[in-house]
C-alpha cells in the first residue's frame, strides 16, 4: 500500500474498520481506498502544487470567486450521490463516475487549503511574490498552471455529472421496482410463516407456498440475476398458487424443488448470523425431504421455519445474498 492507502486506512477510516466487515465489505472498501481516494488525493495534491504560482503572483479574489461556486456544486454533487442500486455490469463505470466527482471536489478544497495558508502567511512570501508579479514570463506561467488546473477541476465536475447521468438512465425503474419486490418479498415471507405455524388447512397453506415463492424469485430477478431458470420457477410457484387443492404430495414436491432452488441462488453468505439461518434452513429442507411419514403440521412447522429463516437472510444480505464476491 502507497503513504495515501495507509492514511486513509489506519487515520481517517481507522474507527470504519475497527467493524467486523464480510468479504464483500471488506473488498468494496479496500478497492475504493485504493482506485477512488488515493488517486483522488494525490492527484489533487499534484494540482496543488501547480496551482502555487497562480496564488502567488496572480489576483486571487479572481481565484477564490471561481472555487468556491465550484466546490459548492461539486460537493454537492458528490455527497448526493448513490451508487447502491447500480448494476452490476455497470460497477466499474461508477467507481470511475464517482472518482471524476471526487477528484472535483477534493482539488477543490486543496486549491482552497492553499489559498487560506498563503494568505494567513503572506508576509512570509512578500519578497517572492513582489519578484514574480514584476516579471511577465513568471506572470504568464502562473496563468497558464492555473488555467490547467481550474480546467481540469471543471473537466472532472463536468465528466462525473455526464456518467452519472447516463448511468441513472440505465436504472430507470430498476430501483423502485426491486425496492418493492425486496418489501413484498419479506412481508409475504413472514405472512406465509405465521398462517403455515396457524395450521388454517392445506388448501391455504399451498396458496402461501406458492405466492411468496413467485415474489421471491421475482426479486431475485429484480436484483439483476441472469438465469433462464427463474422464469420455469416462477411458473412452477403460479402453478401451486392457482391450484393449491392439487394433492398434497404434488404440493410437497413443488414446495420443496421451489426450497432447492433458492438455496442454489444463494452463493454469497458471509455473516456468522447469516450462515446459521442457512443451515438451519438446509436442515429443515433435508427433514421434509427425507422424512416421508411426518404428520402434516410437523410438514407446515418445518415449511414456516424455512421462511422465516429465508426472510432474516434478506434482512441480513438482501441481493448480495445472490451476487458473487
Not at 460537493?75 to 467507481?95: D, H, P, R, V, Y
Not at 441462488?265 to 458471509?270: K, Q
Not at 403440521?297 to 445472490?322: C, P
Amino acid at each position: 500500500m502507497t503513504l495515501i492507502d495507509n492514511f486513509i486506512k489506519n487515520i481517517i477510516l481507522k474507527d470504519f474498520f475497527k467493524i467486523e466487515l464480510d468479504s464483500v465489505q471488506s473488498e468494496i472498501a479496500k478497492d475504493s481506498i485504493k482506485n477512488k481516494y488515493s488517486k483522488a488525493v494525490a492527484k489533487a495534491l499534484g494540482s496543488g502544487l501547480l496551482i502555487i504560482p497562480a496564488i502567488l503572483f496572480l489576483n486571487t479574489q479572481i481565484l477564490v470567486s471561481i472555487l468556491i461556486p465550484i466546490t459548492m456544486v461539486s460537493g454537492t454533487a458528490w455527497f448526493a450521490i448513490s451508487l447502491a442500486n447500480l448494476k452490476k455490469k455497470f460497477e466499474q463505470f461508477g467507481l470511475e463516475l464517482t472518482q471524476n466527482l471526487f477528484d472535483s471536489f477534493m482539488t477543490s478544497l486543496v486549491v482552497l487549503g492553499l489559498l487560506a495558508f498563503f494568505s494567513f502567511f503572506a508576509s512570509l512570501f512578500s519578497e517572492i511574490v513582489i519578484i514574480g508579479q514584476q516579471d511577465f514570463t513568471i506572470q504568464l506561467i502562473s496563468a497558464i498552471l492555473g488555467i490547467i488546473v481550474v480546467f481540469r477541476i471543471l473537466y472532472n465536475l463536468f465528466a462525473g455529472s455526464l456518467k452519472y447521468d447516463i448511468n441513472d438512465a440505465m436504472l430507470t425503474g430498476q430501483a423502485e421496482a426491486a425496492e418493492q419486490f425486496f418489501k413484498k418479498s419479506l412481508s409475504l415471507l413472514h405472512e406465509s410463516a405465521n398462517i403455515l405455524q396457524s395450521g388454517r388447512g392445506l388448501t391455504v397453506a399451498n396458496y402461501h407456498i406458492g405466492r411468496s415463492f413467485y415474489e421471491l424469485f421475482a426479486f431475485i430477478r429484480a436484483t439483476g440475476v441472469m438465469n433462464g431458470r427463474l422464469d420455469a420457477l416462477m411458473k412452477r410457484a403460479l402453478d401451486l398458487k392457482r391450484n393449491p387443492s392439487m394433492s398434497q404430495k404434488n404440493a410437497d414436491a413443488i414446495a420443496i424443488e421451489l426450497i432447492e432452488n433458492f438455496v442454489s441462488y444463494c452463493i454469497n453468505i458471509e455473516s456468522g448470523k447469516a450462515r446459521k439461518s442457512f443451515e438451519n434452513l438446509k436442515d429443515e429442507l433435508n427433514c421434509l425431504k427425507n422424512n416421508k411419514k411426518e404428520p402434516q403440521e410437523v410438514v407446515d412447522s418445518r415449511l414456516s421455519t424455512i421462511f422465516k429463516e429465508i426472510a432474516e437472510l434478506l434482512e441480513i444480505q438482501g441481493e448480495f445474498l445472490f451476487k458473487k464476491k
